[in-house]
């Protein structure tokens, strides 16, 4: 893998962000390996996504921003530069469920998931063995139905020693307090198991068996304040039956959870997610 | 295509019902060529369907009636033999939009369909050159809002008229009224466009893009008096993404509709899909 | 729908083609509604396609391709420039199959693909009325297998005479000459009834019935001298299993046929295919 | 989860099998919690499997074999019953792929998948730590390419000593030698990494990758003396674009790779998948 900058960036729509965008890439040799561009007509807001050969430009990261600064300024740009080398760090968190967090664990120690994970989090000690054994720190912190706020004082304590860069909750059956979920926002990724908006909240696949649907489905997406309302990332189903029992639709759920959270989670680390309103542009 | 029976039953489970039934079917030399159980163990109720060739049969189908009843009395049967030969009769009603009519129409033609369609109802003229053009009856009932009573007289006379066996709503843009969904019970098919629960009422596509969903679908299910909440016969979804506007949404889920109206249907047509509670049984 | 030109762009890959060209939309005003760029980085070959509003430029699309052309010969662009409102001319072909052809007539007549269809050309009489009752011209040109250059022949004048840019083998089932292969590279449109490379050749339903796969597909290509190898602009499947004959594979493809031949031909409506070797690029 | 027996039957077709078959379980009092039948028209072949709840049954397995016995003379029946609690012994086979392997650890480890893995045996040493972690014996057995047979006579030695029923090919990449084919016939289960007939042999995605195909895929089948050819028991697929390197195919085809195997071998560890010429039924 050769080492890349990316940029990405969102700004109010109008003409010429591409060519002063380009331009300034170009003048300094900048090779791009992928190029990304939405105009979302109906909100009229404009986003792009750059890989660039790291080697292509003739500057540290630091320079490029200094340099690039009033570009941004100009177009009123969100937006920053992100180095494949400097991987993100993930605190994972989980709690009786173990498929999400073996699937990141095995994606990870393959050099699949390019990142770090300083450490796991659970509010059980059922899966310290399981990560230890991958070199990881593990954190039990249960959860006190009647005093939360300490329980997630120490997980905030913990997020932020870790220098943590994002928060994956790999099947964490806790909700997040508003105050961590407005502090991490947009880095928080949770994977909920039914087909959202279908079936928010607790046991969704008893739910999705007393409708009787015929698909299941599980959704990657930002946690937010309000339960399992935040963007989308991904999503996918499976077909099920008649024949299926809960217990088959939480097997099989698994299957589709971990691939739509290991999938949403790839786009976060690679910067291909970008939030706007309460939707992701997902340049994938 | 042979001609075949379908044998259909629901029953509460014990043991002994396929020895009776498969017995009864041996003594008089019933070949079946298709045979589907289930057993709910939930609600401890049993489902069988057979198909067997009518000509492996010594007697009529109003003698195998009497024949069978009393083993149907015996188990507490919900039961129904039916011959392939006597096709079901199905209205069709339909709006403004013509996928799904153009499609069961070119299904119907080209004999993929094995059904008899008398007439088509719409609440628009738009589609009565096309529906004629078919050589099948045009009925143009307009639905005035101040009077909807009337204008469903109107249709259940028609359909009575047609000795219908089945009506499809085939992105029919009116709510039947509560008599007509109880008189013609677990024989009412509706295409929803949605992949329910998820956006039941009006315009889900533009609810679907609202939330920022990544998949869409579409929903085939029998109408009851609650709206889009009848037990579902089949579901599908369609991948999409930020490039995607409600247009979009929209034209692509047309695709997942009509062949999701499509199949529920051929499952109906032939006697596939047992109704249990709120849910379905499909032997497809 | 808003008046779009799209402009269609590959050549070999090196800084600042981007920058050149947004440069050149930019400095005239152009509003870029849509942009996609790719870098094959074995081939080292770029693609790039823009979609520009308009009436953001200020002159005619003759004068853009004097403006323009410095530009692509600087890169060594394989490039052109269309109008939205300028509406690609298919011509269709078919046998004695319907689904494809009913299906891109309604979505034809629909609005939904945005062409002019002058005329359909089959080898049977069998589509006439139908063809006919869209207003569309039908022409019957039978295939002598003793003397098939003259049946060719035939076919290759009324294309001409119908000034089409397409042709579209919607289920024909003769093989075209290498001549008109050739003549119309790159503008012949074929769906072939399997996953290709698998099962090419006659019966491919046939074949996968005998192989005993569980999935079926079709593939949507452009048509080359060398029979079902040329460039796939797109392919689907169908989950089958035991339970279907042969009769049911040729069922069930039909939709996967006509689905994947429809989405084919609107991206290549829309220019979003290019051909580079004996691959495609598609910017959908 | 219920302790059950299961019954699998195939035999040629004719009327009375399944009233005969019924008739018996009824006669003992079996509690049939699935059954599933299929008819092959064009083989005039039968095939059957049920699942019984042992305590219905007042006898042991070897007393029903017994009981059993003249029925599957009298209709010249292929057929075993087995037991849920006697668990089949699986010996994997890997090389230097670890995605099948640690996802088949996992779903047994997690009881998921309802086996015995008394040993893995590998031509590397690379993940001798892997499944000794999961308490299992892992055999180092290099392949000399001088001397394979010596290699595989200690494969078949160790599998022996293991007192396996079945061997999973978890991306095991050498050739298994003809003879251990036969005698482990339907008994060996192999993932290969493409969507066969499609790329069958070496490096499938760089053949998929050359080809263009816009889905790739996986299929688990039964292990032949002919490479690539024998029974199939699933297959899935994945989609893919122009934007895709072969680097990426490959980390998107692990997944559907160990995503089907895992249903496969499921399937056989079930007792539901029945061979029949080189096809399979699978009551899934």
Request: proline share 4%; hydrophobic share 40%; with cysteine.
């Amino acid at each position: 893998m050769e080492r890349t900058y990316t940029l990405v960036i969102s700004c109010p729509d109008r003409v010429g962000i591409v060519a002063k965008v380009s331009n300034f890439l170009a003048m300094y040799g900048g090779w791009i390996t992928e190029a990304s561009h939405h105009s979302d007509l109906m909100e009229n807001w404009f986003f792009m996504r750059h890989e660039i050969r790291a080697n292509s430009i003739p500057f540290s990261l630091a320079e490029f921003r200094s340099a690039f600064a009033p570009i941004a300024r100009e177009f009123e740009m969100d937006w920053f530069i992100s180095d494949s080398e400097e991987k993100k760090r993930l605190v994972l968190m989980a709690s009786k469920e173990s498929h999400c967090l073996v699937d990141l664990l095995h994606r990870w120690q393959s050099g699949e998931l390019k990142c770090e994970i300083p450490c796991v989090i659970s509010n059980h000690e059922d899966f310290r063995e399981l990560v230890e054994w991958h070199g990881i720190e593990y954190h039990y912190v249960p959860v006190d139905k009647d005093n939360k706020q300490a329980s997630f004082d120490q997980v905030e304590a913990l997020v932020d020693a870790a220098n943590a860069d994002c928060i994956v909750l790999a099947r964490y059956m806790q909700i997040l307090p508003p105050n961590l979920c407005r502090k991490y926002n947009g880095r928080v990724i949770n994977i909920h198991h039914s087909f959202l908006p279908s079936f928010a909240g607790a046991k969704p696949y008893h739910q999705a068996y007393e409708r009787g649907v015929k698909l299941i489905g599980a959704t990657c997406h930002y946690v937010t304040e309000v339960l399992d309302a935040g963007p989308i990332i991904d999503q996918d189903i499976q077909r099920v039956s008649h024949r299926h029992s809960i217990e088959d639709m939480v097997r099989l759920g698994k299957d589709v959870e971990k691939a739509v959270l290991a999938r949403g989670l790839r786009w976060h680390i690679e910067d291909r997610v970008i939030v706007h309103a309460n939707k992701t542009v997902v340049f994938n």
